[in-house]
């Protein structure tokens, strides 16, 4: 792919030898000012469950060759509710450069443990018509060298919107910052909506709070689960939102950021489909090219579970809303693990970091026969399993532009 330089692979975090699994990553850069160096932070989930976990974060001053160890923020804490059930927050980072303060904003979950195995936490998602998650926001203290307590954002009336934390987020001219999130009503009297509708909220930072302003057209596609996890970029005056679906990945365009017009499956420039499915996709723009990076299915995924390996990074033709088949580059090869979710960040001007976190296939057990032997193998007794579930590394694809 022109442009690219090299894509160098490191390990930031080491899962597979300490028996931990990092997962769904979310990176910011605080830019160097005024002899103060440009300081990168991650935070990513220890996972203690399926997809659950505490939020850590870690940070580097020397665009990561060496990081800190990674911290459990207090401020970051649970709320009890009921039946050991927790809401939980879940965090993504955003530099706000009007202020020049870092902000987590998080959506909230509710969480409990199983309580089925007593060697290990095996937490579980909770589900309940009478619960209802919220937008938070949490600062970074930079005197005190951490994050301060989160507080809710409020919503006016019944309002029901949500948060994609871990999707990108634009800040506009005057200050304020998009969000791609979720509209969950109300709806029209005697309507329901089935399906998980996507929008954009814009909401005002003023360096300390954080105000829901307004939210923007909605979207939903009514077959499966609808639409989740959106992520949106500006790029030549424009705004482009891309989309997971259980069945496959979704485009739209916007002038505003605001109002987007009608959701395109992704396809390659050939016309075929993209093959991204039930995974997510995030944006990266470096000087005059708009990239797409994604999972797909394809004949190197060594069966990964949803094709989540390998992940590939393609340019992507703005005008006709595809993905440029002859410039797909793989970011990380296949070793076993999913991969897919991911972050991405330009942390200089010839450097653009691409992390995830690894999740091993063999290490749950679900897992496809074609990978237990070799743990078994490893460990000796297929019983490995039933242990310890969650393993894989943090990692880093450096990618250097020329």
């Known amino acids: ?35 103060r160096p440009a300081e990168i932070f991650i935070r990513v989930t220890l996972l203690t469950g399926g997809d659950i976990g ?15 160890n990674p911290v459990l923020c207090q401020n970051w804490y649970k709320i009890p509710v009921q039946d050991h059930i927790f809401e939980e927050p879940w965090f993504g980072l955003q530099y706000h450069r009007k202020t020049d303060r870092l902000v987590a904003i998080c959506q909230t979950h509710f969480v409990r443990d199983k309580d089925t195995d007593v060697d ?36 006016p009336g019944n309002l029901c919107l949500g948060i994609y934390y871990n999707g990108q987020k634009h800040e506009m001219e005057d200050g304020t910052i998009l969000i791609p999130g979720y509209y969950c009503g109300p709806f029209r009297s005697g309507e329901e909506e089935s399906y998980s509708a996507v929008t954009v909220l814009r909401c005002r930072f003023d360096g300390t709070d954080l105000r ?57 420039d050939d016309g075929k489909d993209l093959g991204n499915y039930n ?36 340019q992507v033709d703005t005008e006709g809303l595809s993905v440029l088949r002859d410039t ?54 297929d019983s490995f399993f039933n242990y310890m579930q969650y393993i894989g590394d943090l990692l880093l694809a450096r990618i250097l532009w020329d």
């Open 120 to 155: 290990q936490k095996n937490e579980e998602h909770v589900l309940h018509s009478g619960m209802k998650g919220c937008i938070g926001y949490s600062l970074w203290n930079p005197d005190r060298e951490d994050f301060e307590p989160w507080k809710k954002m409020e919503l």
């Open 212 to 268: 829901y302003v307004e939210h923007g057209s909605v979207h939903t596609v009514r077959e499966s689960a609808g639409l989740h996890e959106p992520s949106m970029v500006r790029f030549r005056g424009r705004y482009f939102m891309t989309v997971r679906h259980n069945l496959r990945a979704y485009v739209a365009v916007s002038e505003d950021g605001l109002h987007f017009g009608e959701l395109t499956p992704w396809r390659f």
């Open 54 to 68: 505490p939020q850590m974060f870690l940070r580097s001053r020397d665009t990561g060759r060496t990081w800190t």
């Open 279 to 314: 995974t997510q996709q995030h944006w990266l723009s470096h000087g005059d090219g708009l990239y797409l990076v994604y999972n797909r299915r394809n004949k190197l995924e060594g069966g990964v579970w949803r094709s989540r390996a390998p992940l590939f990074m393609a």
């Open 1 to 35: 792919m022109a442009g690219i330089e090299s894509i160098e692979n490191e390990v930031i975090l080491h899962g597979r030898r300490n028996n931990q699994a990092w997962f769904e990553p979310h990176m910011e850069v605080i830019p160097a000012k005024k002899g």
């Open 328 to 381: 797909e580059v793989i970011v990380f090869p296949e070793k076993g693990a999913r991969m897919g979710n991911f972050c991405i960040a330009d942390v200089s001007e010839n450097q653009t970091f691409v992390v995830t976190g690894e999740w091993l296939q063999g290490c749950f057990p679900h897992s496809e026969p074609g990978r237990r032997f070799f743990w078994a193998e490893q460990f000796g007794s």
